[in-house]
T-cell receptor, first 117, second 115 residues
Framework: GAVVSQHPSWVICKSGTSVKIECRSL??????MFWYRQFPKQSLMLMAT?????????EQGVEKDKFLINHASLTLSTLTVTSAHPEDSSFYIC?????????????FGPGTRLTVL | AQSVTQPDIHITVSEGASLELRCNYS??????LFWYVQSPGQGLQLLLK??????LVQGIKGFEAEFKRSQSSFNLRKPSVHWSDAAEYFC?????????????FGAGTTVTVRA
């Protein structure tokens, strides 16, 4: 089956530093990747949609300059949390879709736990 | 805007008993419907999905879901739960009229299985 990995699985950083999270589709090419944020005991909130080779589309209320997304290849997307602050602490999850169709299954990564001190 | 409601925050069920998780959606037309399961330390895994056709959908791990247009529901069921079914379950909807392929997720239902 389709596998999506994320790295790192958890990270602790100091306030003011930047953190990069990688999302890789291991056995398929992902035309589209999505980034979600999940707070404890809550649902997934879509942050942005990224298509390979083009700029990401951010959801309303998500700061583009704080959450930089790059989708440089069909198997890799990165999320960089710039100048992180404690309120950015959360569980970040990516997903990837193989084809460009709304019915496509999104395959999810295991998530990255970010803690900002 | 489409929305998804999972009325039950937490359900406790005995091993071997049946399980039903509720999902209601609000949308003008029939959306794409999905059920995902999230286990600790693992990514969300697709259990099943519905686009059209037969309203009873069979999924993995012995799960099934039934789409009821009149009730705007897509409830998930399993006849006999196993201890390994303890997890968080999310219902999600996609917009077939949109080109953005985004999913809207419900708040999730935590399932606890007791021996």
């Amino acid at each position: 089956g389709a596998v999506v990995s994320q790295h790192p699985s958890w990270v602790i950083c100091k306030s003011g530093t930047s953190v990069k999270i990688e999302c890789r589709s291991l056995d398929f090419q992902a035309t589209t990747m999505f980034w979600y944020r999940q707070f404890p005991k809550q649902s997934l909130m879509l942050m942005a949609t990224s298509n390979e080779g083009s700029k990401a589309t951010y959801e309303q209320g998500v700061e583009k300059d704080k959450f930089l997304i790059n989708h440089a290849s069909l198997t890799l997307s990165t999320l960089t949390v710039t100048s992180a602050h404690p309120e950015d602490s959360s569980f970040y999850i990516c997903s990837a879709a193989q084809r460009l169709h709304p019915s496509d299954t999104q395959y999810f990564g295991p998530g990255t736990r970010l803690t900002v001190l | 805007a489409q929305s998804v409601t999972q009325p039950d925050i937490h359900i406790t069920v005995s091993e071997g008993a049946s399980l039903e998780l509720r999902c209601n959606y609000s949308y003008g037309a029939t959306p794409y419907l999905f059920w995902y399961v999230q286990s600790p330390g693992q990514g969300l895994q697709l259990l099943l999905k519905y686009f059209s056709g037969d309203t009873l959908v069979q999924g993995i791990k012995g799960f099934e879901a039934e789409f009821k247009r009149s009730q705007s529901s897509f409830n998930l069921r399993k006849p006999s739960v196993h201890w390994s079914d303890a997890a968080e379950y999310f219902c999600a909807v996609g917009n077939p009229r949109s080109n953005d392929y985004k999913l809207s997720f419900g708040a999730g239902t935590t399932v606890t299985v007791r021996a």
